[in-house]
């Protein structure tokens, strides 16, 4: 079975929808900047990749996340033709942090906050009418997590649109012990350079909304990618640390279930946190994956401007992929000026963004998570000619075995 | 989907003062001064984790060894891969969070630890029960409120219907600490404990030659608390022997009322009996549903149990959820 995606949102430090994130993205903006909401004097760290929307310089307030899941969601559904109405819509959120920000803010200045909105279903309630909503906390890989169980409620009848969303917002908690972890303190994120640091946390949120693809995308709205596939799996490994062959694992499994082969794959949307384990763990197991695939697909890490974004991250690269893929240009890896030999064989989009003159059609997008929780999706890019459910995308899928 | 049918093999609690899941469907509070559970934890590397991670380490540890999925050892009886996790906890590592956040007021970060960091992620029980057991199949952490624990029940339900994995370890955990008393300042109770069940597809339960407790009914997360029953009910008519209610229930229609025609039998209010468990409380009702039907139902009868978390309608939740859970076919 495939799905479709018939409306996106977002919203990140380097833009407000996904025009302007995309935007962003291949003209190399970053989003990092000095530290906004908490004091500096407490950190070594200094920078992040926030979303400039405090009351004040330095002045914190709880359920900013909420209210950014808020907006990319409202976006999603719009664009798929839901409107604000999501009674009958299952909601799925991946996140890491959930509003734990909000509890720190009540634990230590005592600010208000209700216990019902440390999950998200208390807003999709008020806000969208929705019931069904479950916010599934899976640490960094958590969205594609979530757009897995998405694809099994279509798979097996349980629904037949469904929302799937990301948020995270910067803790104080994880950017202190991040701090306390790194032998320097990263001054920016830099995927698979010799001179990375480590990882800085960003600021966002993401929503997809997902149908079966035989039913198509329902009125008033249109297919903007086709998910093929989407693996998860476990490391069972360590907290913290990735295991790479587990790694290949998961993307060998999204391979298989969306039916292609590495050579299929024309872009590849990394992880690439820039801390060396991450990265040494990815470079390996994509070493493996994609041995004698030449040239190798074209290799991205929107980290580099959007920070890691945690739960969020993997919808974010996801809908990162799908604007890459319509509309043609692959964003460069910011900061990645002398590049680890693990990835020596690889593509990586360097400098300033590529505009590859062949059809970019499939993307692999990674995402891993602290407790070792891998989710790989793959996606293909939906041609404006293709008639969902139609004939056209049988043929199509076809091809592309 | 709802062709496969998922069975309740394996049962484990952490919960001071229960000798065992059938007492969850007693009248006598755990009393008298009972040991910690996870005082039955040995080995090294217990000094960092939370107090969440021990109670869930315990619980499900005694459910995969009641149903036979892990051996002395500890060690899996079937590929790892084949096993899930799905964890549910609304609290389970506030402490964490609100200690760190604490310690960088006072000592700035050099303060903090770097042990600590994994727990910040409210992902980290489900992390170490996978570790621990080498669970290498999906694992999920559901945080949703008091819904929670059946929400998880239905989403590892889900995960053997895929085909993703033949079986899975539910735990539903929330502990007793001063972070957890402070984002309740209404609560004059607090659960402080563990519930642990392990599912798996009733094919496989055969294939293993093990006998399954319990089957899973429908499951429904509503707006309303009456029109989650009434969904389940709809595909689910038999009789109701057993209702585990959610926390609050005052606000709730009686049974009779909201169930339909039919014998109701006995009324378990779990929150009462243990203080509220909020994302533990779908697991715990789970457990004693299931070891209702395993052993204190009566004899001939085809009666069901219904669980439902949340009350949506009053005002309190966001949502209700109610799930069924039916004798087990005999194979």
């Not at chain 1, 030449?294 to 980290?303: F, G, L």
């Not at chain 2, 590929?79 to 964890?87: A, I, K, Q, R």
């Not at chain 2, 029953?229 to 009779?256: F, S, T």
Request: with cysteine; net charge negative; hydrophobic share 40%.
């Amino acid at each position: 079975m495939s799905w479709i995606v018939t409306g996106s949102g977002a919203v990140a430090s380097i833009g407000s929808d996904t025009d302007e994130i995309y935007e962003s993205l291949v003209a190399g903006r970053s989003g990092l900047a000095g530290l906004r909401g908490y004091d500096r004097g407490k950190f070594r760290a200094q920078v992040a990749y926030e979303i400039d929307d405090r009351p004040a310089p330095g002045v914190d307030e709880p359920l900013r996340a909420t209210r950014w899941l808020e907006r990319a969601v409202e976006a999603a559904a719009r664009e798929a033709g839901l409107g604000d109405d999501l009674s009958s819509v299952p909601v799925l959120v991946g996140t890491t942090l959930r509003e734990l920000r909000s509890v720190e803010l009540s634990w230590r200045d005592g600010t208000p906050v209700e216990v019902a909105d440390l999950h998200f279903g208390t807003m999709l309630r008020r806000r969208f009418g929705a019931a069904d909503t479950h916010t599934v906390a899976n640490a960094c890989s958590a969205s594609l997590y979530a757009l897995a169980l998405a694809t099994d409620l279509l798979d097996l009848g349980q629904a037949d649109t469904v929302v799937v969303a990301g948020v995270d917002t910067i803790s104080e908690s994880t950017y202190g012990l991040l701090d306390r972890c790194y032998p320097e303190a990263p001054d920016r994120v830099r995927p698979f350079d010799r001179a990375r640091r480590g990882m800085l946390q960003g600021e966002g949120a993401v929503a997809v909304v997902l149908r079966r693809e035989a039913d198509g995308p329902g009125p008033g709205a249109t297919v903007q990618a086709r998910v093929r596939g989407v693996a998860v799996n476990c490391d069972a490994y360590h907290p913290s640390a990735p295991e790479a062959k587990n790694i290949a694992a998961a993307v060998r499994e999204a391979h298989r279930r969306a039916g292609v082969g590495s050579a299929d794959i024309d872009l590849v949307m990394l992880h690439g946190t820039g801390t060396p384990l991450n990265d040494e763990a990815e470079s390996a197991a994509l070493g493996s994956v994609f041995a004698g695939v030449e040239p190798s697909p074209y290799m991205t890490a929107i980290k580099s401007m959007t920070g890691h974004t945690a739960g969020a991250s993997g919808l974010h690269s996801l809908v990162a992929a799908v604007d890459v893929m319509r509309r043609g240009s692959v964003p460069p890896i910011v900061g990645l000026d002398d590049p680890v030999e693990s990835v020596a064989g690889f593509r990586m989009v360097r400098g300033q963004a590529v505009r590859p003159e062949e059809e970019l059609r499939i993307a692999q997008i990674d995402s891993f998570g602290f407790g070792g929780l891998n989710a790989v999706a793959i996606v293909e890019r939906y041609a404006g000619d293709e008639t969902a459910g139609g004939d056209g995308a049988a043929a199509v899928r076809e091809e592309g075995r | 989907m709802s062709r496969m049918h998922v069975v309740v093999t394996g049962l484990g609690t952490a919960v001071r003062g229960l000798g065992n899941p059938g007492e969850l469907l007693g009248d006598r509070r755990p009393g008298g001064v009972p040991a910690d559970p996870v005082e039955r934890l040995t080995g090294r590397g217990l000094r960092y984790k939370d107090r969440a991670t021990k109670l869930a380490m315990v619980a499900g540890e005694e459910a995969l060894a009641a149903a036979g999925l892990i051996g002395a050892d500890g060690a899996p009886t079937v590929p790892g891969e084949s096993v899930g996790t799905v964890v549910s906890t609304n609290f389970g590592n506030v402490d964490t969070v609100c200690e760190t956040v604490a310690t960088i007021a006072r000592d700035t970060y050099l303060g903090t630890s770097p042990m600590l960091l994994p727990a910040t992620s409210s992902n980290v029980v489900a992390s170490w029960l996978a570790i621990t057991h080498g669970l290498r199949g999906a694992n999920l952490t559901l945080c949703n409120g008091r819904t929670s624990g059946l929400d998880a029940v239905n989403w590892a339900r889900l995960l053997v219907g895929s085909g993703r994995v033949e079986r899975v370890l539910v735990v539903g955990v929330e502990p007793d600490n001063p972070a957890v008393r402070h984002l309740a300042p209404e609560q004059d109770e607090f659960f402080d404990g563990a519930a642990a069940l392990v599912l798996e597809s009733a094919a496989s339960a055969a294939a293993r030659g093990v006998r399954p407790l319990a089957e899973l009914g429908p499951y429904a997360r509503r707006a309303e608390h009456t029109r989650a029953v009434a969904d389940v009910r709809e595909r689910e008519p038999r009789a109701v022997g057993l209702w585990c209610v959610p926390e609050h229930p005052e606000g709730i229609r009686a049974p009779g009322a909201s169930l339909g025609p039919g014998p109701v039998g006995g009324v378990r209010d779990l929150s009462e009996l243990l203080g509220p468990s909020s994302g533990a409380l779908g697991v715990l009702q789970c457990v004693a549903g299931t070891a209702w039907l395993a052993g204190a139902a009566p004899d001939g009868a085809d009666d069901v149990v219904l669980a439902s978390a949340g009350t949506g309608d009053t005002g309190r939740d966001d949502a209700a959820a109610a799930l069924i859970l039916t004798p087990a076919r005999s194979a």
